[in-house]
């Protein structure tokens, strides 16, 4: 069954094929709709011919910027995303050879993974625990210990982009999300 996050069947694929574009759709997923977020590298594709690490490393800061901005921009800050992929994918190329996967079958255990992740540009310990969860609930990357590192992603649930598998749970996880977002409103306004 591949990837069923972003509502649109072609870019999902891109997903399904690329462990980069993966990377860089959870990378985009900020301030973003997620599913928004994770069309991006299909945008990318689309547009610049390539979502392989060395070609996007490589291309002209300007002119793949001016890309990702767009209408549709790849992100709602098209300018800083674009940079930020741009490290992202030198980081990929010089650390794991270009093979983004790599960042995920050479971990020791979910704990080396989880520090992998954290240290990309774009992925805090809240984002790379999810993007491990994601990895271990819907493409089977589960190194020892994951559950222990990602914490209550690893639970069964609609928490976030690691439990979209359709329609139906994108609704259940932004539910989840405004619930949370609306609890902690009124944590602080009670205060």
């Not at 921009?73 to 490290?87: D, K, T, Y």
């Not at 790599?102 to 984002?127: H, N, S, Y």
Request: no cysteine; aromatic share 8%.
């Amino acid at each position: 069954m591949g990837f069923q996050i972003t509502g649109d069947p072609a870019a999902d694929k891109v997903l399904d094929d690329s462990a980069f574009a993966l990377l860089v759709g959870m990378m985009l997923d900020q301030q973003y709709p997620m599913e928004h977020a994770f069309r991006g590298p299909a945008k990318v594709l689309d547009r610049f011919g390539s979502v392989e690490p060395d070609a996007i490393a490589a291309a002209d800061p300007e002119q793949f910027a001016a890309m990702a901005s767009t209408p549709p921009a790849i992100h709602r800050f098209p300018g800083s995303m674009a940079a930020r992929l741009q490290e992202l994918a030198r980081i990929v190329e010089e650390s794991y050879g270009g093979d983004a996967s790599r960042i995920w079958t050479e971990a020791a255990d979910g704990k080396d993974l989880l520090k992998r992740v954290m240290a990309l540009p774009g992925f805090g310990k809240q984002k790379a625990q999810i993007f491990v969860a994601l990895l271990a609930k819907q493409a089977g990357v589960r190194p020892d210990g994951w559950e222990a590192v990602v914490g209550d992603y690893a639970l069964d649930g609609h928490r976030s982009v690691a439990d979209v598998v359709d329609a139906e749970s994108l609704q259940k996880v932004r539910d989840f999300k405004k619930a949370k977002k609306a609890g902690s409103a009124a944590a602080k306004t009670a205060r």
